[in-house]
Antibody
Framework: EVQLVESGGGLINPGGSLRLSCAVSGSTFTNVWMHWVRQAPGNGLEWVGRITSKKDGETTEYAAPVKGRFSISRDDSEKTVYLQMNSLKTEDTAVYYCSHGAPPSSFFDYWGQGTLVTVSS | DIQMTQTPSSLSASVGDRVTITCRAS??????LAWYQQKPGKVPKLLIYFASTLQSGVPSRFSGSGSGTDFTLTIGSLQPEDVATYYCQSHNTAPHTFGGGTKVEIK
């Protein structure tokens, strides 16, 4: 059974930094392209970014609102993907989900349960 | 970047009704279109990908069609358990934009 478990969310001041983790089990992690999707309270889904597999160059892409502030990395030995969030803004407040599909697709069969990030003073 | 526009933003229909949701891409995405269902307080669930391929385990009353810029999700006979918000998503090239969502309720 494929499981994705996010952690690292919490309350952070505007301008601060936070790193989210997503631990994956049950998948051939080295092959999958990992994505982050967020959902602000009461709002819709917003794609945040993705990292390809090592064999595909571990290339990253980001949505415009987070480009230059967020970065995604992965540790295949730990089967974990990370979302480093810097210069956080109140509008980054959301539940953050990690997700993936069958590589190299960018539709998502598998989702974590999400971790809440609240940016507020 | 591609923008995805869903209509309507909400709808109310009776059990057994045929329900149609539309998604329009700001530029052509061939058939790289997915649909998700999200029930309140739950994680999104993949329904359809490549515009018309039904994900395993999804009831056959759900169907998708379209190509290029215009796509449709149809629920053939609305059931009470279909109350949810539905999202389209471009899964062509990044950014993989989602539509704004369509909230489906029972009349």
């Amino acid at each position: 059974e494929v499981q994705l478990v996010e952690s690292g969310g919490g309350l952070i001041n505007p301008g601060g930094s936070l790193r989210l983790s997503c631990a994956v089990s049950g998948s051939t992690f080295t092959n999958v392209w990992m994505h982050w999707v967020r959902q602000a309270p009461g709002n819709g889904l917003e794609w945040v970014g993705r990292i390809t597999s090592k064999k595909d160059g571990e290339t990253t892409e980001y949505a415009a609102p987070v480009k230059g502030r967020f970065s995604i990395s992965r540790d295949d030995s730990e089967k974990t993907v990370y979302l480093q969030m810097n210069s956080l803004k109140t509008e980054d407040t959301a539940v953050y989900y990690c997700s993936h599909g069958a590589p190299p697709s960018s539709f998502f069969d598998y989702w974590g349960q999400g971790t809440l990030v609240t940016v507020s003073s | 970047d591609i923008q995805m526009t869903q209509t309507p933003s909400s709808l109310s229909a009776s059990v057994g009704d045929r329900v149609t949701i539309t998604c329009r891409a700001s530029q052509g995405i061939r058939n790289y279109l997915a649909w998700y269902q999200q029930k309140p307080g739950k994680v999104p669930k993949l329904l359809i990908y490549f515009a018309s391929t039904l994900q395993s385990g999804v009831p056959s009353r759900f169907s998708g069609s379209g190509s290029g810029t215009d796509f449709t999700l149809t629920i053939g006979s609305l059931q009470p358990e279909d109350v949810a918000t539905y999202y389209c998503q471009s899964h062509n090239t990044a950014p993989h934009t989602f539509g704004g969502g369509t909230k489906v309720e029972i009349k």
